[in-house]
């Protein structure tokens, strides 16, 4: 879990402002994209994918792979960006992800993923934004 002086809480009318319609949906309302639709499913450059909601960085580039499942995933977040909790919505047990700094939904964890943790982190990728690593010999 984050350092609570890192949390960073919003009022609804805040997120409103801050996020577009769709990351509002997703990120403060938990709800999923449509797959195959976010371009970010097809991102392979080096970088780092950040929360949309608070610029928190979440997954490494090198983590990420094709689960087929049209949303990007990855085998595991950085070490403390996420937080899961139990999700029974939609008659359904699952573990959903969240961001660990602003609490927004990312999407939902399974243990269906690659080695080295068999864990699938299925997020939607509304509720990310991607920086792609500077190119060596590159000035920032």
Request: proline letters at 4%; one cysteine or more; charged letters at 25%.
């Amino acid at each position: 879990m984050a350092d609570d002086s890192n949390r960073v809480e919003l009022s609804e009318a805040e997120w409103q402002q801050r996020l577009t319609p769709e990351q509002f949906m997703v990120l403060r309302r938990h709800g999923t994209e449509r797959a195959g639709t976010n371009r970010l499913n097809h991102e392979h450059r080096a970088g780092t994918y950040h929360c949309a909601g608070c610029d928190a960085a979440l997954f490494q580039s090198q983590t990420k792979y094709d689960s087929g499942s049209g949303w990007p995933s990855f085998w595991a977040p950085i070490t403390g960006a996420v937080e899961t909790r139990r999700d029974v919505s939609h008659g359904m047990f699952r573990t959903e992800v969240r961001c660990a700094t602003c609490g927004g939904h990312l999407g939902h964890v399974f243990d269906d993923g690659p080695r080295p943790t068999g864990q699938r982190y299925c997020m939607n990728g509304t509720a990310l934004k991607f920086e792609q690593k500077p190119s060596e010999g590159t000035q920032q």
